[in-house]
């Protein structure tokens, strides 16, 4: 099946620092990928869909210029958080899209836990 | 998408059959009902999905009423690595590039 790899797993940075994640579609080629946000004891929420060569849709409230997204190759999707802060500390998922199996399924990576300090 | 309702918890045996509902009542013909699965401080697990027909694979079977408003996950022989958020969601499949619409789920624990 399809595997979508997302590192680092976890880290840890200090406050107005900024992180990079990186999501890698192993196995297909996903023209579209997303990246989601999850606090604790809640669900996922869509920060934003990151297509191949062009810029990023993000989803109102979501501030482009602080989670920069960079779609360079069909395989690969990177989310930067800028100018950490201790309320950018979530855990980030991100996820490919592709049809499997005759219809269209989302690949999750196994996320990110951000611990800004 | 269509919004679905769906229990916040249920307990399950190990070892028994594990039923988990939800509802879809305003789904349209064109949306597919998904199932998703994540287990703690990991990234969602797709499970199955289906249309119309019932679909059953390696991990889960997928019951759709007729009328195609409700739907069930069955799990046949639960196991402790079971336990986990159970997501349902409805949406169209093919063109378009959404990202998924995760309400609140059900958990899921599995009693030994």
């Known amino acids: 099946g399809a595997v979508v790899s997302q590192h680092p797993s976890r880290v840890i940075c200090k406050s107005g620092t900024s992180v990079k994640i990186e999501c890698r579609s192993l196995?297909?080629?996903?023209?579209?990928m997303f990246w989601y946000r999850q606090f604790p004891k809640q669900s996922l929420m869509l920060m934003a869909t990151?297509?191949?060569?062009?810029?990023?849709?993000?989803e109102q409230g979501v501030e482009k210029d602080k989670f920069l997204i960079n779609h360079a190759s069909l395989t690969l999707s990177t989310l930067t958080v800028t100018s950490a802060h201790p309320e950018d500390s979530s855990f980030y998922i991100c996820?490919?899209?592709?049809?499997?199996?005759?219809?269209?399924?989302?690949?999750f990576g196994s996320g990110t836990r951000l611990t800004v300090v | 998408d269509a919004k679905t309702t769906q229990p916040p918890s249920m307990d399950c045996a190990e070892g028994r059959a594990a039923n988990l509902p939800c509802n879809h009542s305003?789904?349209?013909?064109?949306?597919?009902v998904y199932w998703y699965r994540q287990i703690h401080s990991q990234g969602p697990q797709y499970i199955i999905h289906?249309?119309?027909n019932n679909e059953t694979n390696e991990m889960a079977s997928l019951i759709i009423t007729e009328d195609r408003k409700s739907s069930t996950l069955i799990l046949p022989h639960a196991t402790l690595r079971d336990t986990a958020v159970y997501y349902c969601?409805?949406?169209?499949?093919?063109?378009?590039?959404?990202?998924?619409?995760f309400g609140k789920g059900t958990h899921l624990i599995i009693q030994p």
């Open positions: 996820s490919a899209s592709g049809i499997l199996r005759g219809a269209r399924e989302d690949t």
């Open positions: 196995d297909f080629q996903a023209t579209t």
């Open positions: 990151s297509n191949e060569g062009s810029k990023a849709t993000y």
């Open positions: 305003t789904i349209s013909g064109n949306e597919y």
């Open positions: 289906g249309l119309k």
């Open positions: 969601i409805v949406r169209a499949s093919g063109g378009g590039a959404d990202g998924l619409t």
